[in-house]
């Protein structure tokens, strides 16, 4: 039988411990019912979560959080696995390339990325509008979706396409009835860890709001920047509590082991 | 004294019985296979003498020692994995080389030793090579040679031959039995092939469900197979129930469908029995001399035999039959049997469970 | 027809809308800031038309953005070793637990993947402030006088760096893992070799080609990293992509802002590239 020795043991100990460390502080910080920053809280109070609802901006800002990352998860859905089924079955000059392009997102340093939305949408006069952040983030998330449908694509048996077919299916009939359903769970997936990468995103966003349109993590990074109060912390609670809500739901979906660790997980 | 001594080796996995009660002696130098169907506890027996699985019960005894007592890693055993477990990072040598590495043996001889295995194996041309550009016999030469290096009291081997494809095997099989006549070592085979067993085996233990249920020489579990389990799993055959009549100093007598039919010396208690014939011992004869007739149902070619399925009185039977070249009987014709009644086998019936 | 037959057009109609997206909103974008980096700017004038290359000749000529440049790529280099390190053992000793503990470890590790970064730095500058949780412990259990200065040092951002990037390394690791035949660990057992004798002979040299792409994403992400070093690191410990960010919206040079980021591409892309040939060289033949 393998088995970790004593080591193992005590070092994964405190690797789990410096992997939930910030985030039990920040959990813990929220329930003080003092005025300042103190862990672990001397008592347990709500009143830093009631905070949260006098501060309209916060709450403004999570409203167009929520709605930037279903728009813009939806939009990329649409370009991404049309994409995705070009790129996972044909052999065409270009593919590799255009797989290339697609993923590019994801190795181009955010900062450039922030700063080069910026300048192009200054230049239409659209910076800072919702349009702008949504057909923005439709970019950033578009290799997350297209990394899963692809590997849904490429685990489907075409001889079920080509079945369909030969029973008489048009195109739109074999993808709708077939093809679909059998990557449905990568789609969804794909959606759901697009809509938390939108929701989450800072670098790139931070370059191209507005104070009308500020998103959520940068109204809470500008906040942070200038001070940190146990307000930031009830409403990262939130967000991690959100958060947590969304890998349960991504874990019934698709499994979560598979979304983070590929098609090997056992 | 034997050599290896297993006593009522169990492991359990929670509810599920893996290997249940498992005795077994092997002496110095013996080539002993254990052949079962899937699932039957072969690996987890071969795992719990190499050490990878704690035994619920029993005892293992090595040359006097306890294995128990020993970690896998002091145990000194040579293990052949069905995949081969090679070490991709290696060259052939490197790879035969770990074990004498880790045993801390000098350079030089480390160097000398490797080679003699290598030439053993018959690989001495690729020593430079890494695992992944070989064929898988070629891989599976280097894990033999990785494995003897050491020189193992006991050689233990996981269906080495699985993954090979059906002309290679045949080339391995014998491969395998002049390595171990040159080494000399005690080995344990696991397979679920009986051709594999019987070809290279001193002797054969036969498992089924966690159990052993024979162990003897190819040719005596092969014609005196202990239940009908054995005899189906060994090679072909036709099984019959029913009713042992009477038995005598000569021979016995026993009922099926109406039908009277000799048999040999038996020492059953007379009431429902199994009864197993080889399709190869069955005769096509004359008419009159038959002991049943019956309708070809089935004719198959296999090239160097026949095979036919015959519906007679008894029920159906297959009946084997050498290729001589010659025309044989066509499905819907009428054949007539007969065979001695030594060849039937009595056994007593399964019960089922 | 189908959609799978074999047209030719059919992949392009398929992620036509895509590619138009990518061609106008991205590949025009950075080409865009491209340019604008070799053009001029004045306080007066605001963004000349000329091309040229003093942004470049600036940047090049002041110590103070070397200094940035080289404390952004000693912070990502700090961040890859410690994510090997921590990051490789991690993944092995998961690899070798049961399926209850390791889909329980492996929520562990890999979850805060899924949680916002300003959060988790959030949680880091809290731990390691003046006043901090580590700095409150340590001085309760009485090891230190004065508090020990971690916010706004390269360290601190090193640190919860690593807590970000980590996943990824465990990640790429963990796919060498789980190619490798479990029986050689078994196979070099029954040879002899100890279980620190098994890791570093048998597993670790099976996992380099993972440690190397994983490190190379760790590496790319941290020299790039935003939000942690502007929490952890404000305006005393400024990197690469924070310099940046204030050159466009506080000091408003854009096309300095610019060069600087066309320089931080440039030099990631070369050292992926590097990388990348470096380990096809030496392990491209020996490891598929
Ligand atoms: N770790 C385990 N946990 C639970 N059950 C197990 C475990 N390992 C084996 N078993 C069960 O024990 C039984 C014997 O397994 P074993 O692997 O020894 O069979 P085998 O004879 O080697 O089969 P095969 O020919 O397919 O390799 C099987 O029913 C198997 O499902
Ligand atoms: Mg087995």
Same mark, same amino acid.
């Not at chain 2, 169990?10 to 699932?39: C, H, M, N, Q, W």
């Not at chain 2, 059906?166 to 040159?182: F, G, S, V």
């Not at chain 3, 960010?245 to 000091?251: G, H, I, K, P």
């Given at each position: 039988?393998?088995?970790?020795?004593?080591?193992?043991?005590?070092?994964?100990?405190?690797?789990?411990?410096?992997?939930?460390?910030?985030?039990?502080?920040?959990?813990?910080?929220?329930?003080?019912?003092?005025?300042?920053?103190?862990?672990?809280?001397?008592?347990?109070?709500?009143?830093?979560?009631?905070?949260?609802?006098?501060?309209?901006?916060?709450?403004?800002?999570?409203?167009?959080?929520?709605?930037?990352?279903?728009?813009?998860?939806?939009?990329?859905?649409?370009?991404?696995?049309?994409?995705?089924?070009?790129?996972?079955?044909?052999?065409?000059?270009?593919?590799?390339?255009?797989?290339?392009?697609?993923?590019?997102?994801?190795?181009?340093?955010?900062?450039?990325?922030?700063?080069?939305?910026?300048?192009?949408?200054?230049?239409?006069?659209?910076?800072?509008?919702?349009?702008?952040?949504?057909?923005?983030?439709?970019?950033?998330?578009?290799?997350?979706?297209?990394?899963?449908?692809?590997?849904?694509?490429?685990?489907?048996?075409?001889?079920?396409?080509?079945?369909?077919?030969?029973?008489?299916?048009?195109?739109?009939?074999?993808?709708?009835?077939?093809?679909?359903?059998?990557?449905?769970?990568?789609?969804?997936?794909?959606?759901?860890?697009?809509?938390?990468?939108?929701?989450?995103?800072?670098?790139?966003?931070?370059?191209?709001?507005?104070?009308?349109?500020?998103?959520?993590?940068?109204?809470?990074?500008?906040?942070?920047?200038?001070?940190?109060?146990?307000?930031?912390?009830?409403?990262?609670?939130?967000?991690?509590?959100?958060?947590?809500?969304?890998?349960?739901?991504?874990?019934?979906?698709?499994?979560?082991?598979?979304?983070?660790?590929?098609?090997?997980?056992? | 004294?034997?050599?290896?001594?297993?006593?009522?080796?169990?492991?359990?996995?929670?509810?599920?019985?893996?290997?249940?009660?498992?005795?077994?002696?092997?002496?110095?130098?013996?080539?002993?296979?254990?052949?079962?169907?899937?699932?039957?506890?072969?690996?987890?027996?071969?795992?719990?003498?190499?050490?990878?699985?704690?035994?619920?019960?029993?005892?293992?005894?090595?040359?006097?020692?306890?294995?128990?007592?020993?970690?896998?890693?002091?145990?000194? !055993?040579?293990?052949?994995?069905?995949?081969?477990?090679?070490?991709?990072?290696?060259?052939?040598?490197?790879?035969?080389?770990?074990?004498?590495?880790?045993?801390?043996?000098?350079?030089?001889?480390?160097?000398?030793?490797?080679?003699?295995?290598?030439?053993?194996?018959?690989?001495?041309?690729?020593?430079?090579?890494?695992?992944?550009?070989?064929?898988?016999?070629?891989?599976?030469?280097?894990?033999?040679?990785?494995?003897?290096?050491?020189?193992?009291?006991?050689?233990?081997?996981?269906?080495?031959?699985?993954?090979?494809?059906?002309? !290679?095997?045949?080339?391995?099989?014998?491969?395998?039995?002049?390595?171990?006549?040159?080494?000399?070592?005690?080995?344990?085979?696991?397979?679920?092939?009986?051709?594999?067993?019987?070809?290279?085996?001193?002797?054969?233990?036969?498992?089924?469900?966690?159990?052993?249920?024979?162990?003897?020489?190819?040719?005596?579990?092969?014609?005196?197979?202990?239940?009908?389990?054995?005899?189906?799993?060994?090679?072909?055959?036709?099984?019959?129930?029913?009713?042992?009549?009477?038995?005598?100093?000569?021979?016995?007598?026993?009922?099926?469908?109406?039908?009277?039919?000799?048999?040999?010396?038996?020492?059953?208690?007379?009431?429902?029995?199994?009864?197993?014939?080889?399709?190869?011992?069955?005769?096509?004869?004359?008419?009159?001399?038959?002991?049943?007739?019956?309708?070809?149902?089935?004719?198959?070619?296999?090239?160097?035999?026949?095979?036919?399925?015959?519906?007679?009185?008894?029920?159906? !039977?297959?009946?084997?039959?050498?290729?001589?070249?010659?025309?044989?009987?066509?499905?819907?014709?009428?054949?007539?049997?007969?065979?001695?009644?030594?060849?039937?086998?009595?056994?007593?019936?399964?019960?089922?469970? | 027809?189908?959609?799978?037959?074999?047209?030719?057009?059919?992949?392009?109609?398929?992620?036509?809308?895509?590619?138009?997206?990518?061609?106008?909103?991205?590949?025009?974008?950075?080409?865009?800031?491209?340019?604008?980096?070799?053009?001029?700017?004045?306080?007066?004038?605001?963004?000349?038309?000329?091309?040229? #290359?003093?942004?470049?000749?600036?940047?090049?000529?002041?110590?103070?953005?070397?200094?940035?440049?080289?404390?952004?790529?000693?912070?990502?280099?700090?961040?890859?070793?410690?994510?090997?390190?921590?990051?490789?053992?991690?993944?092995?000793?998961?690899?070798?637990?049961?399926?209850?503990?390791?889909?329980?470890?492996?929520?562990?590790?890999?979850?805060?993947?899924?949680?916002?970064?300003?959060?988790?730095?959030?949680?880091?500058?809290?731990? #390691?402030?003046?006043?901090?949780?580590?700095?409150?412990?340590?001085?309760?259990?009485?090891?230190?006088?004065?508090?020990?200065?971690?916010?706004?040092?390269?360290?601190?951002?090193?640190?919860?760096?690593?807590?970000?990037?980590?996943?990824?390394?465990?990640?790429?690791?963990?796919?060498?893992?789980?190619?490798?035949?479990?029986?050689?660990?078994?196979? @070099?057992?029954?040879?002899?070799?100890?279980?620190?004798?098994?890791?570093?002979?048998?597993?670790?040299?099976?996992?380099?080609?993972?440690?190397?792409?994983?490190?190379?994403?760790?590496?790319?992400?941290?020299?790039?990293?935003?939000? %942690?070093? @502007?929490?952890?690191?404000?305006?005393?410990?400024?990197?690469?992509?924070?310099?940046?960010?204030?050159?466009?919206?506080?000091?408003?040079?854009?096309?300095?802002?610019?060069?600087?980021?066309?320089?931080? #591409?440039?030099?990631?892309?070369?050292?992926?590239?590097?990388? %990348?040939?470096?380990?096809?060289?030496?392990?491209?033949? @020996?490891?598929?």
């Amino acid at each position: 039988m393998r088995r970790n020795g004593a080591f193992a043991l005590v070092f994964n100990g405190i690797f789990a411990l410096f992997m939930v460390a910030p985030l039990v502080v920040v959990i813990g910080v929220a329930f003080t019912p003092e005025g300042y920053l103190e862990f672990p809280p001397s008592g347990l109070s709500f009143r830093w979560f009631q905070a949260i609802l006098d501060n309209p901006d916060f709450i403004e800002a999570a409203w167009i959080s929520l709605e930037l990352g279903v728009v813009s998860a939806t939009l990329a859905t649409a370009f991404a696995v049309p994409a995705a089924l070009a790129i996972g079955r044909g052999r065409f000059a270009g593919r590799e390339g255009m797989q290339a392009l697609f993923l590019s997102p994801l190795t181009v340093p955010t900062v450039v990325l922030g700063i080069a939305f910026l300048r192009f949408l200054s230049l239409f006069d659209i910076n800072g509008t919702f349009v702008g952040l949504v057909l923005c983030h439709a970019i950033i998330i578009t290799p997350f979706i297209l990394r899963l449908v692809l590997a849904s694509v490429a685990g489907l048996d075409r001889s079920l396409e080509k079945a369909a077919i030969s029973l008489g299916a048009s195109d739109w009939t074999v993808f709708r009835r077939v093809t679909l359903p059998l990557i449905l769970p990568g789609v969804v997936g794909g959606w759901v860890l697009a809509f938390i990468t939108s929701f989450d995103e800072l670098t790139v966003t931070v370059f191209i709001v507005n104070p009308s349109t500020t998103t959520l993590p940068v109204r809470l990074f500008s906040h942070i920047t200038q001070t940190t109060d146990p307000l930031v912390a009830s409403i990262s609670t939130v967000v991690i509590l959100f958060t947590v809500l969304l890998m349960v739901v991504l874990d019934r979906l698709y499994g979560l082991d598979r979304l983070l660790m590929g098609e090997g997980a056992r | 004294m034997s050599f290896l001594d297993l006593r009522s080796l169990t492991k359990r996995f929670g509810d599920i019985s893996a290997v249940e009660d498992f005795s077994l002696s092997v002496a110095k130098g013996e080539f002993v296979s254990l052949l079962g169907p899937s699932g039957c506890g072969k690996t987890t027996t071969l795992q719990m003498i190499a050490g990878f699985i704690n035994p619920t019960s029993g005892s293992m005894i090595l040359n006097g020692k306890n294995l128990a007592a020993i970690p896998a890693r002091a145990r000194g !055993l040579g293990i052949v994995f069905q995949t081969y477990a090679l070490f991709p990072h290696m060259t052939v040598a490197e790879n035969v080389g770990f074990g004498l590495e880790m045993r801390k043996v000098p350079k030089a001889e480390r160097k000398r030793r490797v080679a003699e295995a290598l030439d053993l194996v018959h690989l001495s041309h690729l020593t430079d090579r890494h695992p992944q550009a070989m064929s898988g016999g070629q891989r599976q030469r280097v894990a033999l040679g990785r494995a003897l290096v050491i020189q193992p009291e006991l050689l233990l081997l996981d269906e080495p031959l699985s993954n090979l494809d059906a002309k !290679l095997r045949d080339e391995m099989r014998l491969e395998l039995r002049r390595i171990h006549k040159e080494a000399g070592v005690t080995t344990l085979l696991v397979t679920h092939d009986q051709d594999e067993a019987m070809a290279l085996s001193d002797r054969v233990a036969v498992m089924r469900q966690g159990r052993l249920e024979q162990v003897d020489t190819p040719f005596e579990a092969y014609e005196g197979p202990r239940s009908t389990f054995i005899s189906g799993f060994l090679g072909k055959t036709n099984t019959l129930r029913g009713d042992l009549l009477e038995t005598t100093e000569s021979g016995s007598r026993f009922r099926r469908e109406g039908l009277i039919l000799d048999g040999p010396v038996a020492h059953h208690i007379p009431g429902p029995v199994e009864v197993c014939l080889r399709p190869e011992r069955i005769d096509l004869v004359e008419a009159d001399e038959a002991l049943v007739s019956g309708i070809v149902s089935e004719r198959i070619f296999l090239g160097n035999q026949w095979l036919f399925r015959v519906d007679t009185p008894l029920g159906e !039977l297959m009946i084997c039959r050498r290729n001589r070249g010659r025309r044989e009987a066509e499905p819907g014709e009428t054949v007539h049997l007969s065979w001695k009644p030594e060849h039937l086998r009595i056994l007593p019936v399964e019960v089922q469970g | 027809m189908s959609v799978f037959s074999s047209s030719a057009a059919r992949p392009w109609l398929l992620s036509g809308p895509a590619l138009a997206l990518f061609a106008s909103l991205l590949v025009t974008p950075i080409v865009m800031t491209v340019l604008l980096s070799f053009r001029e700017f004045s306080f007066y004038g605001g963004i000349s038309d000329t091309l040229g #290359l003093s942004n470049y000749i600036e940047i090049l000529g002041d110590g103070y953005f070397y200094e940035i440049f080289l404390r952004t790529f000693l912070i990502a280099l700090g961040t890859t070793v410690l994510c090997v390190l921590l990051g490789v053992p991690e993944a092995y000793f998961i690899h070798r637990m049961g399926p209850l503990w390791r889909s329980m470890m492996l929520l562990v590790v890999l979850g805060p993947l899924l949680i916002s970064v300003v959060v988790r730095t959030l949680g880091w500058a809290i731990l #390691l402030g003046n006043k901090g949780v580590i700095n409150d412990l340590l001085t309760r259990m009485e090891l230190i006088e004065r508090p020990l200065k971690m916010m706004y040092t390269s360290g601190g951002i090193v640190l919860a760096l690593t807590h970000v990037m980590i996943p990824f390394m465990i990640l790429a690791v963990w796919a060498s893992l789980q190619r490798q035949d479990p029986d050689s660990e078994r196979a @070099a057992e029954s040879l002899g070799a100890g279980p620190v004798t098994v890791f570093l002979r048998v597993v670790l040299p099976q996992c380099v080609p993972g440690i190397l792409s994983g490190s190379l994403i760790v590496f790319s992400l941290s020299a790039s990293a935003f939000a %942690t070093p @502007a929490i952890l690191g404000g305006r005393r410990v400024k990197v690469v992509s924070t310099t940046v960010y204030d050159e466009f919206l506080n000091t408003l040079n854009w096309p300095l802002g610019a060069a600087i980021a066309v320089l931080l #591409l440039v030099s990631i892309m070369t050292i992926m590239v590097a990388w %990348t040939r470096l380990v096809e060289r030496r392990h491209g033949e @020996a490891l598929q």
